[in-house]
Each structure stands twice: as C-alpha cells, then as structure tokens.
C-alpha cells in the first residue's frame, strides 16, 4: 500500500465520520422532539383526563344552582318555615363546597358579564337592546347558562345575550 491509497483510505474513514457524526446528531434531536412530546401529552392527559367528568358535573352544579334559587325565592315569597330555612342554607353550603372543589381541580366558573363577546368562550343565544340592558353594544349583557373552563380550556361555553344598538324604524 502506498502514502496515497492511505490517504485516501484515512480521508473516506473520516467522511465517514462526519456522516455518522451527523446521523447521531440528527438521531439524538429526533428522540429529544419525541421525549418532549411525549411528556407534554401526559401532562396534558393529566390535566385534562377528568374533562367529560367536568362537563358531566357541571349539569349537576347547574340542577343545584336552581334548585337552590327555587328553594330561596319559596323561603322569601312564602310564610318562611324553619325547615324550608335549613333546606336553603344547606344548598347553598353544598354549592359553596362543590365550587370549592372545582376550583381545587382547576375547573372555574366563567364571568363574563359585561366582557367582549369571545366565540371561544360564548354562544350567543339572544340579542338586548343596549339601553335595556345598560350595557356597551358589542358587551355581554345576560347570561343564560355560566361557561366553564378547566385549566384555561373552555369547557363548556357560556349561552350569552349580547348588547346591541336598538333599530331605528
């Protein structure tokens, strides 16, 4: 073998080098994409996981809420009986513990009377008048069933009534 079919070996072993180097690189990235990925869907699969169970609990929080409104509105309306009395507190005791555990869990009540219109967050079931309302046109201005989100992720959206300019006729 001579100097120069050395040299030539020597500089095809170090293409070979830079290629595999390379490949490495290249192969190491991909599986450092694929751990980070990976690791945000099981975060993500953690938070969200209990979602449908929200949305399910939800509907039951908003039986409560009227049931306890209804029960209320009776107490107040009515001659006020002692039991009915105990039977509003106690509701009102058990909505305030079942929101605490929803804020304990991430899931949170939506506000959003009186906010910008967001279709990610509402639906707009009706339309009041501003001036009925007192409300800024393009404002939400009623809500006719709450939204929820969990962890910043609308879970349900909030059925709104937003404030528009009367029609002169």
Sequence with gaps: MTIRMLEL?????????QDLTERYKRAVADSD????RTQKFVED???????SFCRDLVEVADILERTAGD???E?????GSPPLHRLSEG???????????????GLEKMAPVGGRYDPYQHEIV????AEEGGA???????????????????????????????QED
């Design 33 to 36: 994409t694929v751990r980070r």
């Design 126 to 129: 009706c339309h009041v008048a």
């Design 71 to 73: 029960v209320e509105s």
């Design 136 to 166: 800024q046109p393009g404002t939400i201005a009623l809500v006719r069933q709450d939204g929820y989100k969990l962890h910043g992720r609308t879970i349900r959206h909030a059925h709104v009534g937003v404030a528009v300019e009367a």
């Design 91 to 105: 509701l009102a005791l058990v909505q305030e513990r079942l929101q605490a555990v929803f804020t304990k869990h």
């Design 9 to 17: 070996r020597a500089s095809k072993l170090e293409e070979q080098v």
């Design 45 to 51: 699969a953690k938070v969200f996981g209990i979602q």
């Design 75 to 79: 107490f107040r309306g009515g001659e």
